[in-house]
């Protein structure tokens, strides 16, 4: 088996415009960023409703919000990404349809798709969290809530989020890493990010050891500083006298 | 919504599930096996081996399992032809299972790292006072307390594994997903079928996480 090592490969010409690898890895990287970064938006808002909803007295609230976990968590990634690429669009109204299939790029039809699917799919996961860290605080901060006259709304906004999202930010974190690893699916519907970039690169130069190299160093290189910039919030947010790390 | 044309792809379903539960099968075995012993290397006093396993976990953690299935797939006919001297094909079955092991691995390495360390020391300091050797005490008395306390979470990220093997559609195997997908393209239903799929996973992976909700609560201490 012979194998030609040439680490240099990133910056040849690629034979399109004057583009050469090296370009292409960064392009990737910018589309798994987006998605990442966009998805977790909605995770993060949608997540937070549905963590407060499976909180509230009203069992009926409550379990429309549990049913809705449930869903998300027990329905492979990849099951989701076909059902919300190639499905939901054909039950779209005639107008929307037309847009999403044909004035909008492919490219940005598969975008959206997998920003939907991802967003929602991580807000059932984060709603787990949120749940968690709002049960985690004593029952009191309720009742002191609701002894200073704040109604459920105001409690939930001023006593009982702003310690529960300190108390999560360590399982929040591993949420928000997996955004990034998981946008990966986005290469199975041809999506150009840094996955199918890393593919492409080694078929086209059959370097294919260097490729998926130089794709695992970003990944790795991505998670640790988000992990080290993550760890920075959570010093700086953290409850002066919790036993977390850097509590006063 | 028509139904009728599921029943001819039945057998083909089945096959396709069989072949989605042997991977997951011999990827739990061996991804159990391999992460118990990083997490002792992960605990031993040899500094070295120690900080490899460690390495090894956050490697693995950091990057994505469709990277992994993907690399794995190019990868492994290279290097198993670079130690035989002699190109061979191993399939896209082998090196999906593999990429499966490996990197569950470095998630079980985890938890079975969490239940040693939930054992007391006393367990250990006994073992050794009736003059077990290391691996003795590990073997008999530390790994079989700590097996039982952390089955539920080995068996929840089993449950997440049993939804991540579907991600083999990207070197083309025919699992369940793929075979559905495939199945649906032909009859020209592939709403229908794919509705099927997620189902169909759904109601194993809902069944059997709530089953380990129940052990979990049997096994409280």
């Known amino acids: 088996m012979n194998y030609n090592w040439d680490w240099g490969v990133f910056f040849k010409p690629t034979g399109i415009g004057s583009e050469v690898y090296l370009d292409w890895f960064v392009s990737g990287l910018g589309w798994t960023l987006a998605l990442a970064l966009s998805a977790w938006i909605i995770a993060l808002i949608l997540g937070t409703v549905m963590g407060v909803a499976r909180t509230l007295p009203n069992r009926w609230i409550s379990g429309i919000a549990s049913a809705y976990v449930e869903l998300f968590r027990n329905i492979p990634l990849l099951v989701q990404l076909f059902i919300w690429y190639f499905l939901v669009p054909d039950f779209l109204p005639e107008s929307l349809q037309i847009w999403f299939k044909q004035d909008i790029k492919p490219s940005t039809s598969a975008f959206i798709s997998v920003v939907v699917c991802l967003g929602l799919f991580t807000s059932a996961r984060v709603c787990e969290q949120v749940r968690t860290g709002i049960q985690a605080l004593p029952k009191g901060q309720v009742n002191a809530g609701y002894a200073l006259g704040l109604n459920i709304a105001q409690t939930y906004r001023h006593v009982l989020l702003p310690q529960a999202f300190r108390i999560i930010i360590p399982p929040l974190t591993s949420e928000f890493l997996n955004v990034f690893k998981n946008s990966s699916v986005a290469s199975l519907i041809g999506l150009m990010e840094l996955l199918a970039q890393t593919k492409q690169t080694a078929e086209f130069t059959a370097n294919l050891f260097e490729a998926f190299t130089l794709a695992t160093i970003i990944y790795f290189t991505l998670n640790m500083s988000l992990m080290v910039f993550m760890r920075w919030v959570e010093k700086k947010t953290s409850v002066p006298g919790l036993m977390s790390l850097g509590g006063k | ?221």
């Not at chain 2, 539960?21 to 002792?40: M, P, S």
């Not at chain 2, 109601?203 to 129940?214: E, G």
């Open chain 2, 1 to 221: 919504m028509d139904l009728s044309n599921i029943v001819p792809a039945l057998p083909g379903l089945v096959e396709g599930m069989i072949l989605t539960l042997e991977l997951l099968f011999f990827a739990v075995l061996g991804g159990v096996a391999l992460g118990t012993l990083l997490a002792l290397a992960r605990m031993s006093s040899n500094p070295v081996l120690s900080k490899l396993a460690g390495f090894y976990v956050n490697y693995f953690r950091s990057i994505p399992l469709l990277l992994v299935i993907t690399w794995f797939y190019f990868m492994v006919p290279f290097i198993i032809g670079w130690i035989t001297g002699r190109p061979t094909p191993i399939g896209a079955f082998t090196s999906c299972l593999i990429a499966f092991m490996m990197f569950e691995a470095a998630y079980y390495c985890e938890i079975v790292r969490a239940g040693i360390q939930s054992i007391s020391k006393g367990q250990a300091n006994a073992a050794y006072a009736l003059g077990m050797t290391y691996s003795q005490a590990m073997r008999l008395i530390i790994l079989p307390q700590a097996f039982r306390k952390m089955m539920p979470l080995l068996l929840m990220q089993s449950i997440i594994l049993f939804q991540d093997t579907s991600l083999v559609y990207a070197v083309g195997l025919m699992d369940f997903l793929n075979t559905a997908r495939s199945k649906g393209d032909i009859v020209g239903q592939p709403h229908e079928f794919l509705l099927l799929a997620g189902a169909v996973y759904f109601l194993i992976s809902f069944s059997a996480s709530m089953i380990v909700k129940r052990l979990q609560k049997k096994l409280a201490v």
